[in-house]
Nanobody
Protein backbone atom coordinates (compact mmCIF):
# COMPACT_ATOMS: atom_id res chain seq x y z
CA UNK A 1 0.00 0.00 0.00
CA UNK A 2 1.35 3.40 -0.94
CA UNK A 3 2.09 5.81 1.85
CA UNK A 4 3.41 9.36 1.81
CA UNK A 5 4.91 10.99 4.90
CA UNK A 6 5.70 14.66 4.64
CA UNK A 7 7.78 16.64 7.13
CA UNK A 8 9.68 19.87 7.52
CA UNK A 9 6.87 22.38 7.71
CA UNK A 10 6.63 25.10 10.30
CA UNK A 11 6.31 28.80 10.95
CA UNK A 12 8.67 31.05 9.03
CA UNK A 13 8.92 34.79 8.51
CA UNK A 14 8.38 36.32 5.07
CA UNK A 15 11.52 35.96 3.02
CA UNK A 16 12.58 32.87 4.91
CA UNK A 17 13.21 29.33 3.76
CA UNK A 18 12.10 25.82 4.60
CA UNK A 19 12.96 22.41 3.23
CA UNK A 20 10.22 19.86 3.08
CA UNK A 21 10.88 16.14 2.95
CA UNK A 22 8.74 13.25 1.86
CA UNK A 23 9.50 9.60 2.45
CA UNK A 24 7.10 7.53 0.41
CA UNK A 25 6.89 3.79 0.75
CA UNK A 26 4.97 0.88 -0.60
CA UNK A 27 6.27 1.11 -4.15
CA UNK A 28 9.59 1.18 -6.03
CA UNK A 29 10.64 4.80 -5.73
CA UNK A 30 13.48 5.18 -8.19
CA UNK A 31 11.47 5.10 -11.42
CA UNK A 32 8.47 7.06 -10.22
CA UNK A 33 7.57 10.65 -11.00
CA UNK A 34 7.01 12.45 -7.71
CA UNK A 35 4.92 15.56 -7.27
CA UNK A 36 4.39 18.23 -4.65
CA UNK A 37 1.03 19.87 -4.07
CA UNK A 38 -0.39 22.36 -1.61
CA UNK A 39 -3.73 23.40 -0.25
CA UNK A 40 -4.08 27.03 0.69
CA UNK A 41 -6.65 27.94 3.35
CA UNK A 42 -10.15 27.73 1.90
CA UNK A 43 -8.95 26.61 -1.52
CA UNK A 44 -8.64 23.42 -3.50
CA UNK A 45 -5.39 21.50 -3.51
CA UNK A 46 -3.05 22.60 -6.30
CA UNK A 47 0.00 21.19 -8.00
CA UNK A 48 3.30 22.87 -7.14
CA UNK A 49 6.19 20.87 -8.57
CA UNK A 50 7.18 17.64 -10.28
CA UNK A 51 10.44 15.79 -9.75
CA UNK A 52 11.20 13.30 -12.49
CA UNK A 53 13.43 10.23 -12.25
CA UNK A 54 16.91 11.54 -12.83
CA UNK A 55 16.13 14.83 -11.12
CA UNK A 56 14.55 17.01 -13.77
CA UNK A 57 11.94 19.36 -12.35
CA UNK A 58 8.91 21.36 -13.41
CA UNK A 59 7.12 24.04 -11.40
CA UNK A 60 3.94 26.03 -11.31
CA UNK A 61 4.57 29.65 -12.28
CA UNK A 62 4.02 31.08 -8.81
CA UNK A 63 6.99 29.22 -7.32
CA UNK A 64 9.43 29.26 -10.23
CA UNK A 65 12.78 30.65 -9.17
CA UNK A 66 11.95 30.18 -5.47
CA UNK A 67 11.26 26.47 -4.97
CA UNK A 68 13.63 23.65 -5.84
CA UNK A 69 12.55 20.05 -6.01
CA UNK A 70 15.04 17.22 -5.66
CA UNK A 71 15.23 13.56 -4.80
CA UNK A 72 17.57 11.14 -3.08
CA UNK A 73 16.87 7.78 -4.61
CA UNK A 74 19.27 6.00 -2.27
CA UNK A 75 17.15 7.09 0.67
CA UNK A 76 13.74 7.07 -1.01
CA UNK A 77 13.21 10.71 -0.22
CA UNK A 78 11.97 13.65 -2.23
CA UNK A 79 12.56 17.24 -1.15
CA UNK A 80 11.12 20.67 -1.75
CA UNK A 81 13.45 23.54 -0.91
CA UNK A 82 11.34 26.67 -0.52
CA UNK A 83 13.06 30.05 -0.57
CA UNK A 84 11.86 33.64 -0.33
CA UNK A 85 8.60 32.48 1.17
CA UNK A 86 5.65 34.82 1.31
CA UNK A 87 2.26 34.79 3.05
CA UNK A 88 0.67 33.39 -0.13
CA UNK A 89 2.76 30.24 0.35
CA UNK A 90 0.94 29.45 3.59
CA UNK A 91 -0.61 26.04 2.99
CA UNK A 92 -0.53 22.38 3.79
CA UNK A 93 2.02 20.73 1.52
CA UNK A 94 1.70 17.19 0.22
CA UNK A 95 3.82 14.86 -1.85
CA UNK A 96 2.46 12.14 -4.09
CA UNK A 97 3.46 9.66 -6.73
CA UNK A 98 2.25 10.74 -10.15
CA UNK A 99 -0.97 8.90 -10.88
CA UNK A 100 -1.67 7.94 -7.29
CA UNK A 101 -4.95 8.70 -5.56
CA UNK A 102 -3.49 8.37 -2.09
CA UNK A 103 -2.58 11.38 0.02
CA UNK A 104 -0.47 11.64 3.14
CA UNK A 105 -1.23 13.90 6.11
CA UNK A 106 0.73 16.78 4.63
CA UNK A 107 2.90 19.27 6.49
CA UNK A 108 1.75 22.75 7.45
CA UNK A 109 3.75 25.73 6.26
CA UNK A 110 2.85 29.10 7.75
CA UNK A 111 4.53 32.26 6.55
CA UNK A 112 3.92 35.12 8.92
CA UNK A 113 5.73 37.87 10.75
Amino acid sequence: QEQFVESGGGLVQPGGSLRLSCEPNGFPFTDEIMTWHRQLPGKAREWVATVFPGGATFYTDSVKGRFIGSRDDANNTVYLQMNNLGPDDTAVYYCQKHGSTTWGPGTQVTVSS
